[in-house]
Structures are given as structure tokens and as C-alpha cells.
């Protein structure tokens, strides 16, 4: 055997709650079972805002028979990150970290996972790689300048900066906020009439109050065109130059089907979203299962850690089946 050619019955690509709970079930039926992350355990959860609340309650977020207890009705970023590191301990997971998966072949009847760290061969393959990791394109003159930023983690650093946030969903009004909350001059810019009607009914009245009073300043109808050093141009009929330090791009995210469709699984190309069978989860290609948000493509509000984390008991029973 090849010095770089590790052997599993399993591998899952992705270390979220989904990903988790096919290793956990893999274990259960004795399935040598390895997790490959890019990352840090639960990556994507863990590069959430700093003060992200979730608004599941912690027992709709329990993996593998292990309680999850929080300080709060409702967990916090942090919390959550640290209940699923206890989960990876308490089950003594195999997880990889620092493990790009370049690409998946078919290879004898299995599957070869190709690395940045080496070559892993398996009879079958999960694809839990999540959805909040691949931001929508954002491409005017000047979008790849360091001020313009991608992913929100927390505020504090940008007190009393001219920031302004890009967006109209619940991540642009949640990121204007806490920039607001921690001394920045917030402007919001969307490309509609007004808020997404999907704004979480709790943070609504929030985000409305602040821009009414004038706390956050809000530009609709409008597009940035181009950013620039210290300023962006906007486009709200005329062109308007708004002094600016940092720019929030938060406009959403889109599914990473790269690696399903490198394998040959057939791609539905208007949601992005894999072709599968939902009572087993397994694509078009024999051995090759989703899990998690992967799943659903674009409609991700069909698939949350709620029910993505029963996806790994129907994926090792159509295993064990075999």
C-alpha cells in the first residue's frame, strides 16, 4: 500500500453536525470511518459572528446520544462549537483537520479522495460540505481590494468607521446591526424597494426603528459600482460617492457542487443541488451520499442541523444493507 494511500470503508468530506453524525453511525456499525476538514472542527459554524444566538433550542441540535446543556434557552455560537468538539471526543471520531479534498474518482468499484495531504481509498463516500462557505459573486472594479469583506465575524473593531453593509437578508441586517451596536457609521445598501420579507420577525422592528431614526443610514433601489481606497460609488439612479473605510458584502451564499459533480453525480443546475434519494441519500452514482444543506442546493431553508442530522442513520443503513 502506498505510503500516502490511507484505506476507510468511509469517508465523510465535512465536519459540521451533519458530517458528524455519519461518523457517529459509522462507528456504531463498525464502519472504519474518516472525516476530512478543511478546517477547524465545525468550521463553518465556528467562523459565524462572534454573537451569533442560534435560534434552535439545544436538543433540536444534539448528535449521537450526547446532551447538550447551554447557560441560555438558546445556545450561542460558541457553545455550539464546543458541544460538537465534545461530541467528536466523546465518540472518539477519526477526524482529519487541514484536509482541502482536491477531488473524488471512481477507483475499482470505490471511490479515491484526493487531498492537499494525501490520497484516502473508499468504498463509499459522504459529501456534508455545507452551504455558508461559498459567498455569491460580488465583481466591480476594486471588489478584491482588502476592505471589502466576505464573512462577518464581530464589530468591535470598527468603531467609528465608515462602513457600509451590501444586502437585504437576514446576514446584511444582522451585520449592520452589530456594526451600528459597536460605534461604526452603518450605511445599508440594497438592491430592492425595501427588506426582504424573509428578515427574522424578531430583528425586524430593530432594523427598522435604527434606519427611521436615522442610527443606520439605508440606501434602496441602489448597487455599488465600483469601491474604491477610501470611498464606494453607488448607483441609486445617479451616481452617488459615499466616503467609506470597510464594505460588508453580505448577499448570500451559493451550494459547492464542485466536488459532487467531478465525481459524476448528476446535477439539478436551477437549484444547484444534487440529485438524490431522499430515503437513503445517495446520488445518481452508486456509494456516493449527501448530507446536510449540500442536499438541498438553493433551498437551503429545507435542510437546517434539525433534520441534517438524522441524514447519517440513513445513510449507514443503506451501508449496512449492502
Not at 191 to 215: A, T
Amino acid at each position: 500500500m502506498s505510503a500516502n494511500l490511507n484505506r476507510c470503508e468511509l469517508v465523510v468530506v465535512g465536519s459540521g453536525p451533519a458530517g458528524l453524525s455519519c461518523a457517529i453511525e459509522a462507528k456504531r456499525a463498525r464502519l472504519s470511518c474518516v472525516v476530512l476538514e478543511k478546517g477547524s472542527l465545525a468550521d463553518a459554524i465556528r467562523r459565524f459572528p462572534v454573537n451569533t444566538t442560534f435560534f434552535s433550542t439545544p436538543d433540536l441540535l444534539e448528535i449521537g446520544g450526547v446532551p447538550f446543556l447551554s447557560s441560555g434557552f438558546r445556545p450561542t455560537r460558541g457553545e455550539v462549537v464546543r458541544y460538537y468538539q465534545k461530541v467528536a471526543d466523546v465518540h472518539g471520531l477519526d477526524v482529519a483537520f487541514e484536509r482541502h479534498v482536491e477531488g473524488i474518482g471512481r477507483d475499482n468499484g470505490g471511490f479515491e479522495v484526493r487531498t492537499n495531504k494525501g490520497r484516502y481509498r473508499a468504498g463509499a463516500v459522504v459529501v456534508a460540505t455545507g452551504y455558508f462557505d461559498r459567498p455569491r459573486p460580488f465583481v466591480v472594479p476594486g471588489s478584491d481590494l482588502p476592505k471589502v469583506i466576505r464573512f462577518f465575524d464581530e464589530g468591535a473593531h470598527y468603531f467609528r468607521r465608515r462602513v457600509a453593509v451590501v444586502g437585504g437578508r437576514n446576514s446584511a441586517v444582522e451585520t449592520a446591526l452589530d456594526l451600528f451596536r459597536c460605534g461604526a457609521r452603518v450605511t445599508l445598501i440594497h438592491r430592492g424597494s425595501d427588506l426582504s420579507e424573509g428578515v427574522k420577525y424578531w430583528i425586524l422592528p430593530d432594523i427598522e426603528n435604527r434606519i427611521r431614526s436615522g442610527e443606520i443610514a439605508a440606501l434602496f433601489k441602489a448597487r455599488v459600482t465600483e469601491v474604491r481606497a477610501d470611498s464606494i460609488v453607488v448607483d441609486q439612479g445617479k451616481s452617488l460617492e459615499l466616503p467609506n473605510d470597510y464594505l460588508f458584502v453580505m448577499i448570500g451564499y451559493e451550494p459547492d457542487i464542485t466536488l459532487l459533480a467531478q465525481a459524476g453525480a448528476e446535477i439539478d443546475r436551477d437549484a444547484l443541488a444534487p440529485l438524490h434519494n431522499p430515503d437513503t441519500m445517495e446520488t445518481t452514482v452508486k456509494g456516493l451520499y449527501v448530507a446536510g444543506s449540500i442536499a438541498a442546493g438553493r433551498h437551503n431553508n429545507k435542510i437546517f442541523i434539525e433534520n441534517g442530522r438524522m441524514h447519517g442513520e440513513r445513510i449507514v443503513k443503506s451501508l449496512t444493507n449492502r
